[in-house]
Antibody, heavy 120, light 109 residues
Framework: QVQLQQSGPGLVKPSQTLSLTCAIS??????????WNWIRQSPSRGLEWLGR?????????DYAVSVKSRITINPDTSKNQFSLQLNSVTPEDTAVYYC??????????WGQGTLVTVSS | SALTQPASVSGSPGQSITISCTGT?????????VSWYQQHPGKAPKLMIY???KRPSGVSNRFSGSKSGNTASLTISGLQAEDEADYHC??????????FGTGTKVTVL
């Protein structure tokens, strides 16, 4: 049974960096056929795919154009987890953030969600 | 940009409803890679349909998916109270990116 457990602060100040971690149990971040995603949801923007990391003999990242200049998703094989960093946040980045495996095939799994508020 | 869904759809118990998800030839119309998610308040989305029309194990056969041109559709037949939730479509959008729909609130009257 795969589980994704999210952790990270729920409050971030404007202009600072939002950092979240998604710990994986029951699967491997390095599995050659999986992709590990970050998605966020806000009342104004709905669900928004942010990016993903995956391993296919080497590590790859793909990012949404809307956040490409500010986002980094990194795998951590020693802890079997992956992380999200979003720089220079504004109140517009306030949302529930989800990590998820493989969002377009039948093997998807999602984390529990983390509400992150950007406020001073 | 986000795929277009109706803001709300409603139906009576036992009826069938259909939710549309309209994109472009660069996303919905270009690939057979549309998923549908159900989301109850305060919960993470749950996969109901993937690759346009496939149901994951455990999902009721009252849920079905289809596509015509640039529009994907989710049909819920035999509507039940527990189907009241938000529904979101998601499509591959080329260049290794994905796009979600605007979301639809389903109300069971």
């Amino acid at each position: 049974q795969v589980q994704l457990q999210q952790s990270g602060p729920g409050l971030v100040k404007p202009s600072q960096t939002l950092s979240l971690t998604c710990a994986i149990s029951g699967d491997s971040v390095s599995r050659n056929s999986a992709a590990w995603n970050w998605i966020r949801q806000s009342p104004s923007r709905g669900l928004e795919w942010l990016g993903r990391t995956y391993y296919r003999s080497k590590w790859y990242n793909d990012y949404a154009v809307s956040v490409k200049s500010r986002i980094t998703i990194n795998p951590d094989t020693s802890k079997n987890q992956f992380s999200l960093q979003l720089n220079s946040v504004t109140p517009e980045d306030t949302a529930v953030y989800y990590c998820a495996r493989d969002i377009l095939n039948g093997d998807t799994e999602w984390g529990q969600g983390t509400l992150v508020t950007v406020s001073s | 940009s986000a795929l277009t869904q109706p803001a709300s759809v409603s139906g009576s118990p036992g009826q069938s409803i259909t939710i549309s998800c309209t994109g472009t030839s660069s996303d919905v119309g270009g690939y057979n890679l549309v998923s549908w998610y159900q989301q109850h308040p305060g919960k993470a989305p749950k996969l109901m349909i993937y690759e346009g029309s496939k149901r994951p194990s455990g999902v009721s056969n009252r849920f079905s998916g289809s596509k015509s041109g640039n529009t994907a559709s989710l049909t819920i037949s035999g509507l039940q109270a527990e189907d009241e939730a938000d529904y979101h479509c998601c499509s591959y959008a080329g260049s290794d990116t994905y796009v979600f729909g605007t979301g639809t609130k389903v109300t069971v009257l």
